[in-house]
């Protein structure tokens, strides 16, 4: 059979997961796969057997629908499967609009449907890291080891999708294995973001760190070695000239790297020699067979070249928890257990400022195994006022100042429900113009709040009063503050600000937030500050 793998075109920081499983499993039965990312060409629809679309979050839902409708335009629609999270937590909806395509709702535990007839669990299958190389787009995470070493989470939280999409909490119970296969076939990767939701939970945690220690991950342990580019490469072209695949962006990235590395070579001999194998690269370009002769033919040339000049010092493996550790369930006795665990970011939730004492305690119990790095998640407008988000914000300021040797970073998330199809949803404690103006601040700052003094306080202000008065600013005089604060606008808006009584700053706040809003003669002055309003 032909397979087709599809992810439409959203920009994401991590590869399909599921798609990749899915991969593996038609992979071992001899199989053609192919994955596309966007609109599969004409071609690509018709000549495939079945076809795996995948779905992420329900703000993509329009362009999810967009790609399953195209594909349907060109095969039926019992050979067109749609799996993932959007398809998961609006199944119903998406029958409605894609017409009668085989729906996944939650993990593939089983191999139903797919065209064999046995009954293999895909959930539990390693990745297939090649699929990523038949496409362009580059994933920022991509050269990681991805595993779960649990699945769903004991915690019913109304503002979070796991329980729909992993209702059952469970040790996977399969690292060492999937990790060894995917060395075997792919190659090493430095570090393991796993990607469970609540792992401190289960009853193997001690299991799964032992797991961890014996696959290399263990602080304090410097075992990696980055592996020569050039071999990397190689080995990706052998495996594609096996299955059949597409060569072009193998070639690409390796003639790249090759580019890019001549700048590291200093000997005049292996200079001209790179250049002149550059040289002809570039000149069969568009001919990969001719390319891959030239390498094969250069080979031990460019092994002898990259060797001399790549940095083979041993680093340190990093485990990332990358869902975050809930502070609520972190104990002494489980610290215990995975501080020997080379963990960076040490990622704790901090989501209500009645969850404090937890957060702060998990916080400086980390930090007495050892743990210096850390990243927090914030969520905000869910069901807190801004001002509660600023004194969430101001605790981690001060739990830096108290553990000098800490590296944080805070990570405020915003909150749209589940099953809403855009970004667009407002808190009942915020407002339209509040969650831009945060928006506008954390685009300034990249997204992230650094837990020095001066940089939050800039930012965000000295107490929750400037904080609001901050996300009531125009964005421009936000996103600009130095300029405007100079030429004395900043000052000139204060001060009309400050002049309106508390009735008038709301009235002002819903009138930015709805352009339908009549604003009263009282606030024409303050309103010229705001271009457009």
Known sequence: MKILLVE?????????????????????????????????????????DKIFITSLFTFYYDKTVETVNHIRNFASDDSIYL????????????????????????QRKNSEGMGYEDDINIDELPLDYDILDDIMYRYPMEDNFFAYSTRGCRNKCKFCAVSKLEPEF???NNLVEQINTVREKFGDKRNILLMDNNVLYSKDLANIATDLKSLGFENGVKNFVKPNPLHVQMQKIERRMKTGNNLQWVLYHLT????????????????????????????????????????WENYDTLTEITETYLHKMKLQRYVDFNQGID????????????????????????????FTSEYQKAFKTAYKHGVRHFSNYMLYNYDEKP????NRLENNINLYKELPEAKLFSFP???????????????????????????VILNVTRGIVMAEDDFFHRAYGNNPEEFLRILAMPDEYIKYRNNYEENGMAQEWLNEYDSLDETQ????????????????ESLNSILRHYSGA
């Not at 799996?83 to 939650?106: H, L, S």
């Not at 070579?265 to 990969?288: C, G």
């Not at 915003?414 to 831009?436: E, S």
């Open 170 to 172: 469970k040790t996977t």
């Open 505 to 520: 700053q709301s009235l002002l706040l819903n009138v930015l937030s709805d352009k339908s809003l009549k604003a009263p």
């Open 83 to 106: 799996g993932g999270i959007a398809a998961t937590i609006m199944a119903d909806r998406f029958r409605k609009d894609i017409g009668e395509v085989n729906i996944q709702i939650g």
């Open 387 to 390: 001002e509660d988000l600023w």
């Open 413 to 439: 998330m915003k909150y749209a429900p589940i099953d809403q199809t855009d970004r667009k949803y407002v808190g009942k404690h915020w407002t339209k113009k509040q969650l831009g103006a945060m928006n």
């Open 327 to 354: 502070a609520r369930a972190l104990t002494e006795e489980r610290m215990e257990i995975i501080s020997p665990l080379p963990i960076r970011p040490f990622r704790l939730a901090y989501d209500n400022i009645k």
């Open 8 to 48: 439409p075109d959203y920009n994401n920081k991590f590869p399909p997961i599921g798609l990749m499983k899915i991969s593996t499993y038609y992979k071992e039965k001899g199989d053609f796969v192919e994955f596309c990312k966007g609109l599969p060409s004409h071609h690509q629809i018709i000549s495939s």
């Open 256 to 295: 790249e790297f090759l580019r890019s590395f001549r700048t590291r070579v200093t000997s005049d001999e292996k200079a001209k020699a790179l250049d002149a194998i550059l040289e002809e690269l570039n000149e069969n370009m568009i001919y990969s067979k001719e390319r891959i002769r030239i390498l």
